[in-house]
Nanobody, 127 residues
Framework: QVQLVESGGGLVQAGGSLRLSCAASGRTFSNYAMAWFRQAPGKERELAAGISRSGGWTYYADPVKGRFTISRDSAKNTVYLQMNSLKPEDTAVYYC????????????????????WGQGTQVTVSS
């Protein structure tokens, strides 16, 4: 089993920054790919950023590319999402997810491919 707990969400003005954290426990941190999904009211859950199993591959959705950075700290079993230059359209619940089955360098974009999920953390960007 893997437990994921997100933190770091909140209210920020447009142009500001937030850093989300996802603390993982239960399995070796390096044994799975990690991702941040987000879901705004009335919209489908979408992949915002992902990071592969050991190898350092990352993926960013076009709307966040150049503004968000996903990273991980193996010593702390934690994945981060640094969000800069935030826009009102970034407002959503952000979920941390773990994929235990993908190839070493692969990042899956579909939510159904992920095995474990955190509870979500709200990010609200005001104009």
């Amino acid at each position: 089993q893997v437990q994921l707990v997100e933190s770091g969400g909140g209210l920020v003005q447009a142009g500001g920054s937030l850093r989300l954290s996802c603390a993982a426990s239960g399995r070796t941190f390096s044994n799975y790919a990690m991702a941040w999904f987000r879901q705004a009211p009335g919209k489908e859950r979408e992949l915002a950023a992902g990071i592969s199993r050991s190898g350092g591959w990352t993926y960013y959705a076009d709307p966040v590319k150049g503004r968000f950075t996903i990273s991980r700290d193996s010593a702390k079993n934690t994945v981060y999402l640094q969000m800069n230059s935030l826009k009102p359209e970034d407002t959503a619940v952000y979920y941390c997810a773990a994929d235990l089955n993908s190839p070493w360098t692969t990042i899956m974009v579909a939510a159904r491919e992920y095995d474990y999920w955190g509870q979500g953390t709200q990010v609200t960007v005001s104009s």
